[in-house]
């Protein structure tokens, strides 16, 4: 018997399987780089979301911080209201001498007079209000109502009012629990 050789040449179907290779791996490059963009927006996306929860549960901590001091400063807040209803709070009554810019703040309890600020004699009006208020026993604690009364048709009320308004804002920061009305008579 006689044995033949066989060739087989395997060039071409190398050449086909090198290709499809190639064209494997360069696809799934493609896939893959989509898909690391796609899980980089999912990323950002969540870590937003958690940045915007986390400030929503800052604020609803703060809401419910507010309302649990509502809740404490209620039963003050309706000692002032009873308080005032029997006549028991601040006034402060602005006067303004006729055609001039010296006016006079004269500030009571109830019935009871506590002191006047004059507008020549004063340059610290808040830290002369603190005086009268820390003789008349007030202190930060204490929650009362305060109603301060002016004539706005008087000559320099403006100027009176704006520099009294500023000193009582003051004071407020100091005395967060004394509250007040304006009243244009």
């Keep these: 018997m006689k044995i033949r050789e066989i060739i087989l040449d395997f060039t071409s179907l190398l050449d086909v399987i090198m290709i ?12 893959t780089q ?8 999912a990323e950002q996306t969540y870590n937003q979301l958690i940045d915007e929860q986390q400030e929503i ?7 419910l911080e507010r309302i649990e001091s509502a ?23 602005l006067e303004v001498t006729e055609q001039s810019d ?18 020549k004699e004063t340059d610290d009006v808040k830290g002369s209000i603190r005086g009268i208020l820390e003789k008349s ?13 002016y004539d706005g048709q008087q000559y320099g009320t403006s100027r009176a009012f704006d ?3 500023k000193a009582i804002d003051d004071i407020q920061r100091e005395y967060p629990n004394l509250y007040f009305s304006n009243l244009n008579k």
């Design 20 to 31: 499809i290779l190639f064209f494997f791996v360069l696809y799934s490059t493609m896939d």
């Design 34 to 41: 989509k898909a690391a963009n796609k899980a980089k927006e």
């Design 57 to 63: 549960n800052e604020k609803a901590q703060m809401d």
């Design 71 to 93: 809740d404490e400063n209620a039963a003050a807040n309706q000692k002032a209201l009873n308080s005032f209803d029997k006549g028991d709070f601040f006034t402060f009554r």
């Design 102 to 119: 010296n006016w006079t703040l004269s500030i009571s309890f109830g019935k009871k007079q506590l002191g006047e600020v004059v507008s």
């Design 137 to 149: 026993g007030f202190t930060a604690d204490d929650t009362y109502l305060c109603i301060l009364s």
């Design 163 to 165: 520099i009294i308004d």
